[in-house]
Structure formats: C-alpha cells, structure tokens
C-alpha cells in the first residue's frame, strides 16, 4: 500500500511532531502507487466427484498488511530520536493509524519489522511492516445522542449503518460499538424496535427507576449502574442495523447514545 500525502498520525502522534524536523513518508522505487483495499482471503473448498463446481463452505479473511517508508529531516539522526521511533513502533498492541490521503478512515496496526536503510552518516530513510487488525478499514468513531426524556409517545429517529462490509451470510448488518442507555422519570423499561428490520425489537425489561444500562458489544458485555447482571432482562435481540438510513422506534423516556465505527472497504 502507498500513500500520496507525506502526512501521517499513529497513535495519536503527527508525523510532523517526531524528531525536531517532521517525519514525513517517502516513495522509493517504482512511482507507480499500489493500494490494498480488501485484505486476502483463502476459500476452503471441496471438489464434489462428477460436479465441475467445487463446494465453497468457509471464507478465511486475512488482514491488510502494508509497507511505510519515511525520513526524517533532521541533519542526523540522533539516538533521541531512534528512542522515539522505538518507542512509537516498537509496541505490542494495535494503535491508531491514519494517513491525510483518507483521513475518514483509520487502521489499527501492529509494526512487525522496521529497518534503516541508510547513505551515510545515519542519513537515508526507514521502512516499516505494518498489519493491520483486520481485512478492512474502519470510519472514525461516531457518537449518536437522543434525548427521550420528555417524550409521551413512541418517537422516531434514524441511524445510518455506512459500512459497505457484509457478513459470511451476505448480509450488511452492524451492530453499534456502544450504546448507553440512561433511564428517566419512572421507566423501568427499554424498548426500541427498528422498523428498516421488519420491526426487529431491542428490549429490556424490569429494570431500576433511573438506571443506567452499557451494552458495549465490542466485548459482548452489559453493565447496570445498579451493579446487578441484566442478561436475564434482555430479550436477547441485539440492535442490529441494516445497511443504509434505519428508521427506529423509542417507547421510553431515556437519553440514548449510540458509538459506532464502521468497518469499510475503501
């Protein structure tokens, strides 16, 4: 993958700000630019006797790997600043990376090698393996606010599932990193149903006056404020959305926050 802008942040630093001059990305070679926009897959498939089709029952999806290379315009590299690429590259967990070129987008990326190819004098450029967390990209994160919490019917909103991914079975379904669910006035309840998936409802039921609800399904995990488990007063139908605008249905008085990042290919 290569980049046109010279520009980068990774885990939050600008490339701009490493070193005492900028750190900038630099082209070697061919000045043709390659771009990976979906990541490898491997189809498992099993060839049926007298059938010239083979049975494809599992997609294995590998994720985007890419090289950087980038110069830093100090008139040498000092050991300062080695300590600060170590330090910036040298981790073991995915962290944040986004290039100018698409900077409605982010990669989570682990650097698996980095070498310094150097002319003399510490003088030359450096070039990095990075793999990504998955075969995709991810929009930045988003925030949803609704405020219910003087509603004396059921209310309509709308939420836009942009991700152009789909599941193993097709279809473009998301489901929200996040969503906080405050209780007001005398709820003991929360009800929404999205009428954009035939009126699939989310449901809690049971619940504590004033209560305060995280479904974080990143982790697959739902936390009370009254530190009681609510699994057992969940109906189980986690709020999906399908691709595109979703028109939903809120019965409660609540204040509703909804954090997404959308995986994408782009």
Known sequence: MSFTSEYFTINGIKSIDIGVNGCYLVRVGNSEI??????????NEEQIPYNDLPYLYRISKQPIEFDLQFSILDKEYSSDTLMELGKIFGGDKYIPFTSCDYPQVQFFVICTSIELIT??????????KLRTSAPYAFALTEISTFDFSDISSP??????NKSNV????GNYYYIPEKILIDLKDTSTEILISNNSDNGREFKFTSLSLLESLTIDNKMGRITSSTGLSRLSNFNKNFLRLIYGTNNLVCFNKCILQFQSMFPVYI
Do not use: A, E, P
Request: hydrophobic share 35%; proline share 0%; aromatic share 14%.
């Open 119 to 128: 002319f003399g004098l510490h003088k030359g450029y450096f070039s990095c």
């Open 166 to 169: 789909s599941d193993s079975l």
């Open 155 to 160: 209310t309509t909103f709308t939420l836009v």
């Open 34 to 43: 390659n771009r990976q926009i979906i990541g490898g897959k491997s189809l």
